[in-house]
């Protein structure tokens, strides 16, 4: 037993079997109270079978502004005010009376705020009796012609049972009956008054289909968690639940006059099933015993008056009934003693105090922290069942913190696949309870969406089915044989029987009488015969005189063979003794040590959980950062691409930008050189002309009508006649180009002109005619310093844009200048051929003036070098 306390927490799982493929949604039910007034104002509607339907109080529309609407919730059924309890227990309770009797576990409680019904339905009242004791009804109704005798079955304080035998049994009792205590009587009990109209009840339920091969026996027990210390109500204990007196360190006063109840603790059994040590455990054979016991123990439960509710429960109560049952042997006759036959199930049935708020019961004391503590557990109720909804919602293997609370500990093996669970909650449609009312439909709501794994049926023993009625049929059989034979032989007759057995061994006596005197035969036969009976006779002593040594020899051998092993058993009994009390030691010292390795172990969960809390924060701040780093990474990746992207697109623009220039460039060196080129041709026909000629300055009529010819070099540029307009061909001429001409353009009447073959004259520019080219032309013009107008030809490229539309990118300028030589004095016109004596001094005769004309190439020009007269004329001196 040592060791298998010490190696519990390591001890492999042996569970009862659950098929974790099939679940079961917990049952949820709603019941629905009737007003205690006509005339209150009522927040819950009952609107179908399945589903209520709450809408605020008008007081909570004008405080809200209109922030409550109304909702509906769904339940598996729900059952109105006009609900009677039979309707209610065959809905919810009887489902789980037939799995209890077939071995299965099952929960059911009771949940709704303070004043709601639920201890009403439970327990019921007078006349109308709960769910508790219809429970009890329906199992003594079922099993009652096959339960076994008294203390057949015997519960250890391991929360197993085990079975003796009838001898053991017998002395059990006889040992209880010796005992000055209350012992049941049998037959017709007498029952509480204040009990009996609760447990009259008519509707003689019965499961149909009750193993008749089994027996069957009720142990029931009854404790209570209040300030989250579990109490065993059953306990014979001097107790007083009315006026507990406890300190300023919130501990209870012992005195003489008032002894509190121990608190009990919870301990795991070798299935991982939780159950309450050292619990008084009572065996009953009748619904009327089960309910005295409940209500023995209903008295001492904390009740107390509030704003609220006149008898509020101030704990959470736990009713629980274990059956016991075990097969017949194969002759139908005694119970198997097997333990691996014995099936142990259990129905709890749980009436929760209800959640209040403090500042409408108007608490104080120790009402003050009672309903804490109940709404602490109802709580961490309410975090168990949201932690278990997430687990199987989304898969997560989160821990549900069933340690948090003694309640949630208590009956964490139902939600882990040990039973079915049930749930009533009882609302009160009251308006002053609308808000408590709305937590509790969430709560309900939410504890729908949990399943429980479904436990499989416990195997058969393998025995032929059967076997009590054959063995009844068989008594009954033999009784009535043994009637009719006139009863059993005696033993008298037996002896009797052996005497004359051996009375017939003897030689036969011959006839002895004598009618003759001279007979001389009957008496030497006589003689003869009776000599031989001796000689028999003392055979027969002598043989019984060795018989007789010889069996006082064997019985003085057996005392001594007696003493020697009543002196062995006595050592052994004596060493057996001192081991047991080393044992008894030891186990006192472990338990000590269990107490303390419990309380050690419960400081360590807590602080797991905390760590656990901390961890899972530290993981989300991780994650959240980490997040955080991968939209930076991808950020300066976008950013990146959008720099590389704009570098290649700048240095693709300056590298064309750089070749044009150096193009234009290039090309003003060349102009620049071919000027000074003619410049030179020019100063060089000049030096060499005879100084004696003196040229006649061309009139501005005849330059209009007549080109000046030069002899040196030819001109760069065709003559082109006066009366045909002569246009200047593109650099770009074999291209699709758009000509853009705006409206307000004036004509130039040049003899130059821009134009481009195969173009699309537009006056605004438009993305159909782009889409159609691939250059673009725009002809600006604009008055320069000198009043002239100067025409501006912008070219660029057309490309198509990611967005499907078309761009122009501009790549060259070319200038168009008209000047007019107004430094230059008008020579006189052919009307006065004599010029007057000034005119002589502007005429061409000077060499410097000669020289300064020349002709100059705007650079970037697609037209070639042109003439452009600089000409200015000599001071004239004073």
């Keep these: 037993m040592m060791a298998t306390r010490a190696k519990k927490p390591r001890r492999p799982i042996l569970k009862k079997p659950s098929n974790p493929s099939l679940r079961d949604p917990v049952g949820v039910y709603c019941r629905v109270r009737p007003l ?5 104002e009522c927040c819950i509607e009952v609107i179908s079978d399945t589903t209520v339907q709450m809408h605020p109080p008008d007081g909570y529309r004008i405080f ?22 039979k309707k209610v227990f065959d809905v919810v309770a009887k489902p789980l009376v037939e799995d209890l009797i077939r071995g299965k576990n099952g929960l059911l409680f009771t949940y709704g705020v303070t004043g709601s019904g639920k201890t009403h339905t439970m327990t019921g009242s007078p006349g109308d009796g709960g769910l508790l004791p219809r429970c009890l009804d329906m199992i003594f109704n079922s099993i009652g012609p096959f339960q076994a005798k008294r203390f057949v079955f015997k519960l250890d304080d391991k929360n197993g049972v085990d079975v003796q035998c009838e001898v053991d049994a017998l002395l059990e009792r006889q040992k209880r009956d010796v005992m000055p205590v209350p012992k049941p009587t049998p037959g017709k009990r007498q029952i509480d008054p204040e009990i009996a109209d609760m447990i009259n009840v008519q509707d003689q339920c019965k499961v149909e289909e009750v193993d008749e091969d089994n027996v069957y026996c009720v142990f029931v027990s009854y404790i ?7 109490y065993d ?12 007196k406890w300190n300023n360190c919130n501990t209870p006063v012992r005195n003489g006059d008032f002894i509190p109840p121990q608190s009990k603790i919870l301990r ?26 409940f209500w023995r123990g209903q008295k001492k439960r904390r009740i107390a008056n509030t704003q609220l509710n006149r008898e509020s429960s101030r704990s959470h109560s736990v009713f629980i009934i274990k059956l016991a049952q075990a097969p017949l042997d194969a002759d139908g006759d005694k119970v198997l003693q097997e333990k691996e036959q014995i099936t142990l199930s259990q129905l709890s049935l749980v009436d929760l105090a209800g959640s209040e708020r403090t500042n409408r019961t108007k ?6 922290r009672e309903a ?4 602490q557990s109802l709580m961490t109720l309410r975090t168990c069942i949201e932690v278990l909804r997430e687990n199987q919602m989304y898969g997560l293997n989160k821990m549900v913190p069933y340690r948090d609370s003694k309640l949630t500990h208590l009956f964490k093996n139902y939600f882990d696949g040990e039973g079915k669970v049930r749930m009533i909650v009882c609302v009160n449609p009251k308006a002053e309870d609308y808000e408590e009312s709305l937590q509790v439909m969430r709560f309900a709501e939410m504890t729908q969406e949990v399943e429980v794994a479904r436990p499989v049926d416990r195997p058969l023993c393998g025995l032929t089915p059967g076997r009590r009625f054959r063995n009844q049929a068989f008594q009954e059989e033999l009784s009535r044989k043994l009637e009719m034979r006139g009863g059993p032989v005696d033993a008298e007759t037996e002896e009797q029987s052996v005497l004359e057995t051996i009375l017939q061994n003897f030689p036969p006596l011959p006839a002895c009488e004598l009618l003759d005197i001279n007979d001389d035969q009957t008496l030497p036969k006589l003689i003869e015969v009776l000599e031989k009976r001796h000689k028999l006779r003392q055979m027969l002593i002598k043989e019984f005189s060795k018989a007789v040594l010889t069996f006082k020899t064997m019985l003085q051998e057996f005392d001594c063979s007696v003493a020697s092993k009543e002196n062995y058993i006595k050592g052994r009994l004596s060493e057996k003794e001192k081991t047991i009390a080393g044992q008894k030691t030891e186990i006192e010292r472990l338990e000590k040590k269990i107490k303390t390795l419990e309380y050690k172990i419960e400081i360590l969960e807590k602080t797991a959980t905390i760590y656990e809390e901390d961890k899972r924060n530290l993981q989300q701040e991780l994650e959240s950062k980490s997040q955080k780093l991968q939209r930076q990474a991808s950020d300066k990746r976008r950013l990146e691409a959008r720099f590389q992207g704009m570098v290649a697109e700048t240095t693709m623009k300056w590298e064309k930008e750089c070749e044009r220039r150096v193009a234009a460039k290039q090309l003003e060196m060349q102009n620049k050189l071919w000027v000074k080129d003619e410049k030179l041709k020019q100063l060089k026909a000049i030096v060499t002309e005879p100084k004696s000629d003196k040229p006649e300055r061309p009139s501005r009529e005849r330059d209009r009508e007549k080109p000046v010819q030069r002899s040196v070099s030819p001109s760069p540029v065709p003559n082109a006649p006066p009366v045909r307009l002569r246009h200047r061909r593109s650099r770009s001429a074999g291209e699709r180009w758009v000509d853009h001409k705006p409206p307000s353009n004036l004509p130039t009447e040049t003899v130059m002109q821009p134009h481009v073959p195969h173009a699309i004259t537009v006056a605004a520019a438009s993305e159909k005619a782009l889409a159609k080219c691939d250059k673009y032309m725009l002809t600006h013009q604009e008055l320069a310093s000198d009043g002239e107008i100067e025409t501006k030809l912008i070219k660029g490229d057309v490309f198509k844009t990611r967005g499907g539309g078309q761009a122009v990118q501009f790549t060259d300028i070319e200038t168009l200048k008209q000047e007019s030589p107004t430094g230059r004095k008008r020579r006189s016109s052919p009307s006065n051929p004599d010029p007057p004596e000034d005119a002589a001094e502007s005429e061409w005769t000077d060499v410097e003036t000669r020289c300064s004309v020349a002709v100059e190439m705007r650079a970037g020009s697609a037209l070639g070098p042109g003439y452009e007269h600089h000409a200015q004329p000599k001071r004239r001196k004073p």
């Excluded at 502004?65 to 769904?74: D, L």
């Excluded at 059994?269 to 005295?292: L, R, W």
């Design 36 to 40: 205690s007034r006509p005339d209150q």
């Design 372 to 375: 804490g503590n109940i709404n």
């Design 363 to 368: 608490a104080e004391g120790n009402r003050l």
């Design 64 to 85: 809200r502004n209109g922030e409550y609407r109304e909702t509906q919730y769904s339940f598996k059924e729900v059952f109105g005010t006009l609900v009677v309890q």
């Design 233 to 244: 109500l059953l306990e014979e204990a001097p107790f007083d639940p009315i006026k507990p």
């Design 224 to 230: 209570e968690i209040y300030n989250n210390y579990i």
């Design 268 to 293: 795991e059994d070798q299935n991982h099933n939780m159950y309450v040590t050292g619990c008084t455990e009572v065996e009953v054979k009748s619904t009327e015993e089960a309910f005295e016991v």
